[in-house]
C-alpha cells in the first residue's frame, strides 16, 4: 500500500494505532506524575527543616528579650564551653520558656518544645569573638542557637548566629 493512500484512509484508526497512543500518553503521564512525587517528598523533608528555623528564631527571638547583663553573667558562669537549653515548663497552668545550664538536669514539668508531635531540642551557646575588641564584649554576645530533633531514627539539626546587644545601646 502506498504511503499516500496510507495517510488518507478515512476508515479511522486501526488497533495498533490506538494502543500505540495510549502507550505514548501512559509513558508521557507516568513521567508527569513522578515529578509531583519528587516535589512532594522534597516538600516533606525540607518541612521539619523549616519548623527547625523557626523554633531557632524565636529562641533567638527570646534571648534578645532577656536582661542583657543576667545572660552575660550566665555565660560567664558556665565558662567557654557552657550551653543553656531551651525548655518548656508548666508553671502555674500556663506553659512558659525557662533557660537552664545543659549540665543539670531539668525541673520536673519541664520539656523540650514540641511542635507537631515532634520534640525540638534547643540549645544556646556564645560563640567566641573574632575580634579582641573589649567594647565589643561589653556590648554584644554573639549567639549560636542550636536545634536538633529526630525524623524517624535520624537525627537532624540546624543552628542560627545571632547577636545579643546590651541595652546600652539600643
Known amino acids: ?3 499516500t493512500k496510507f ?3 478515512d476508515k479511522g484508526l486501526t488497533l495498533i494505532e490506538t494502543m500505540l497512543s495510549i502507550t505514548i500518553l501512559g509513558i508521557v503521564m507516568l513521567g508527569v506524575m513522578t515529578l509531583f512525587k519528587q516535589a512532594y517528598l ?3 523533608l525540607n518541612e521539619d527543616k523549616t519548623i527547625g528555623i523557626n ?3 524565636n529562641a533567638l527571638m527570646y534571648m534578645e ?3 542583657f547583663i543576667e545572660i552575660k553573667e550566665k555565660f560567664a558562669s558556665l565558662g567557654n564551653n557552657g550551653q543553656l537549653q531551651l525548655l518548656v515548663c508548666e508553671h502555674n497552668g500556663s506553659a512558659r520558656y525557662t533557660l537552664i545550664d545543659s549540665n543539670t538536669s531539668p525541673l520536673s514539668g519541664c520539656s523540650d518544645i514540641q511542635i507537631n508531635d515532634r520534640k525540638y531540642n534547643v ?4 560563640e567566641p569573638p573574632k575580634n ?3 567594647d565589643y564584649a561589653n556590648y554584644f554576645i554573639p549567639l549560636v542557637v542550636k536545634v536538633t530533633w529526630k525524623h524517624g531514627n535520624i537525627e537532624q539539626s540546624t543552628q542560627l548566629k545571632g ?3 546590651s541595652e546600652d545601646i539600643r
Open 1 to 3: 500500500m502506498p504511503m
Open 7 to 9: 495517510l488518507k484512509n
Open 42 to 44: 522534597y516538600t516533606v
Open 55 to 57: 523554633v531557632a528564631r
Open 65 to 67: 528579650k532577656q536582661n
Open 123 to 126: 540549645t544556646i551557646e556564645t
Open 132 to 134: 579582641n575588641n573589649s
Open 163 to 165: 547577636v545579643l546587644t
